[in-house]
């Protein structure tokens, strides 16, 4: 476990990762349920789940995971307070992409457990 991922502040939230699968209920219903009623973000305001994750990055522990080859990934999960005044634990995935020199997110879930690790 790091304090704080690496390049905190200037991570790359690609918007396809929440209009075209998480909040996207053809793509992905049980995820964008889960978002939708534990914080409150849907398509509408997707933009505001990409703000609260980037204002909130630097605040929890990333955990180290193995790199596959293009990069060293890690894991965070952050306590977020959503758009309809609920908090709810977020399990964001990050790759620090080898070729691209960016650290990158490649995942985000309402993650069920109850407390940050």
């Given at each position: 476990?790091?304090?704080?991922?690496?390049k905190?502040?200037?991570?790359?939230?690609p918007?396809?990762?929440f209009?075209?699968?998480?909040?996207?209920?053809?793509?992905?219903?049980d995820k964008?349920?889960?978002?939708s009623?534990?914080?409150g973000?849907?398509?509408?305001n997707y933009k505001?789940?990409?703000i609260n994750?980037?204002?909130?990055?630097?605040?929890?522990?990333?955990k180290?995971?193995?790199?596959m080859?293009?990069?060293?990934r890690y894991?965070?999960?952050?306590?977020l307070?959503?758009?309809?005044?609920?908090?709810a634990?977020?399990l964001?995935a990050?790759?620090?992409?080898?070729?691209?020199?960016?650290?990158?997110?490649?995942n985000?879930?309402v993650?069920?457990?109850?407390?940050?690790e």
């Open positions: 476990m790091i304090d704080v991922l690496p905190a502040d200037d991570v790359n939230i918007i396809e990762k209009v075209n699968y998480a909040l996207n209920p053809e793509k992905d219903k964008a349920v889960a978002f009623r534990a914080l973000y849907n398509l509408n505001d789940l990409i994750i980037k204002n909130n990055i630097s605040n929890f522990p990333a180290i995971k193995p790199d080859g293009h990069g060293t894991e965070v999960v952050m306590t307070t959503g758009a309809n005044g609920k908090t634990n977020v964001t990050w790759i620090d992409d080898n070729q691209k020199n960016e650290m990158r997110l490649t985000a879930y993650d069920k457990k109850k407390g940050v």
